[in-house]
């Protein structure tokens, strides 16, 4: 199995929502990221997680909390988001943050906040 | 300040001709490097990456050469297929406190016609 799942698929939420993202992977990968990816622009940095602690957080708003409750599942939290933050929200996983280790990505969930 | 580029953002090949994909860098502290597709719909797909104390990896159909004088890297695919029709992003790691994370190139439409 190597895949990565994420829900929902489709998310649209007001600025005064709290909602919630999922990753979760059964490779038994000890680094999972978060990336997000605006339209015609590559996939940015948000998040990465090292055996379930926070180990790169690139300086992201706090409105966005990510949360690793153990080895196989990561979630990102949204609370009080603003418009500029709707885009495509990928989660990635790897054997380890070695960087000879390839992520593996989801399909992604993608957000719209209106 | 864009660190990976991809400058073309489209490319159109035959089928079974050669399919190049270029990638500058300016950061001199990356030094591992990859490739990614990614079709509609679905995550990013690692293709081949290659370390910076190597000039040329090879699997298959696909090449990566790394030229570090010049800062660029390109991505030949030979012979193209159909199915090949995808984005390609360029990424690239750099070691120490960095591990696992991945900057990325904005890039390249390839479209294989039959």
């Known amino acids: 199995d190597t895949e990565v799942t994420q829900t929902p698929k489709h998310l649209v939420m007001g600025m005064t929502n709290k909602k919630s993202l999922k990753c979760e992977q059964h490779?038994?990968?000890?680094?999972m990221y978060w990336y997000k990816q605006k339209a015609k622009k590559p996939p940015e940095l948000m998040f990465v997680?090292?055996?379930?602690?926070?180990?790169i957080n690139e300086s992201v708003p706090s409105r966005f909390s990510p949360e690793c409750p153990n080895s196989s599942l990561l979630n990102l939290h949204l609370h009080a988001l603003q418009p500029e933050d709707s885009a495509l929200y990928l989660c990635?996983?790897?054997?380890?943050?070695?960087?000879?280790?390839?992520?593996?990505f989801g399909p992604g969930t993608r957000l719209t906040v209106t | 300040d864009q660190q990976v580029k991809q400058n073309s953002p489209s490319l159109s090949v035959q089928e079974g001709r050669i399919s190049i994909l270029n990638c500058d860098y300016t950061n001199s502290m990356f030094d591992y490097f990859l490739w990614y597709k990614k079709y509609p719909a679905e995550g990013p797909t690692f293709l081949i990456s290659i370390s910076s104390i190597k000039d040329k990896n090879e699997d298959g159909r696909f090449t990566v050469f790394l030229n570090k004088s010049a800062k660029h890297l390109s991505l030949h695919i030979v012979p193209s297929q159909p199915g090949d029709s995808a984005v390609y992003f360029c990424a690239a790691s750099e070691g120490g406190t960095s591990y696992g994370k991945l900057t990325f190139g904005q890039g390249t439409i390839l479209t294989v016609h039959p």
């Open positions: 997680y090292s055996y379930e602690k926070l180990s």
């Open positions: 990635a996983s790897s054997q380890d943050v070695a960087r000879d280790y390839e992520q593996y």
């Open positions: 490779m038994g990968h000890r680094a």
